[in-house]
Nanobody, 125 residues
Framework: VQLQASGGGLVQPGGSLRLSCAAF????????IGWFRQAPGKEREGVSC????????YYADSVKGRFTIYRDIAKNTVFLQMNGLTAEDTAVYYC???????????????????WGQGTQVTVSS
C-alpha cells in the first residue's frame, strides 16, 4: 500500500489549490482515506475524510464550506479541493488510509497505518 500526495504550493489568500492523493495497492472506494495537516509547532489534525461505513464525507469545522474531498475511482485518486484559503491553512498536508474507520472517526489520526509523504501548502501574499 502506497500513497502519493501532490498539488501543494504557494497561493495568495483567497486562492485555491487542489491536492491529489494517488493510491497504489488498494482501491480508494474500499478503504477509509483522510487528509490531514500539520502546521509548524502544532499537532497534526484531521481535515477531511471518507469513512468505510457510510457514503458521507467529513470535514473539520475550520474547513467546512471551503474544502471538498472527492475521489476518482478510475484514477484511483482522492482529491482535496481547497477554496478560500487563508494563512491559517498553511501546513504540510498528508493523505492516509486505513482499512476501516466508522463515520466521523475517519477524522481521527489514531489508527491510520499508511501515510503519504506530505505536500506543503503555503498561503501568503
Amino acid at each position: 500500500v502506497q500513497l502519493q500526495a501532490s498539488g501543494g504550493g504557494l497561493v495568495q489568500p483567497g486562492g485555491s489549490l487542489r491536492l491529489s492523493c494517488a493510491a497504489f495497492g488498494f482501491t480508494v472506494d474500499r478503504a477509509a482515506i483522510g487528509w490531514f495537516r500539520q502546521a509548524p509547532g502544532k499537532e497534526r489534525e484531521g481535515v477531511s475524510c471518507f469513512s468505510t461505513t457510510d457514503s458521507n464525507t467529513y470535514y473539520a469545522d475550520s474547513v467546512k464550506g471551503r474544502f471538498t474531498i472527492y475521489r476518482d475511482i478510475a484514477k484511483n485518486t482522492v482529491f482535496l479541493q481547497m477554496n478560500g484559503l487563508t494563512a491559517e491553512d498553511t501546513a504540510v498536508y498528508y493523505c492516509a488510509t486505513v482499512n476501516f474507520a466508522h463515520a466521523d472517526a475517519c477524522l481521527r489520526i489514531t489508527g491510520y497505518d499508511h501515510w503519504g509523504q506530505g505536500t506543503q501548502v503555503t498561503v501568503s501574499s
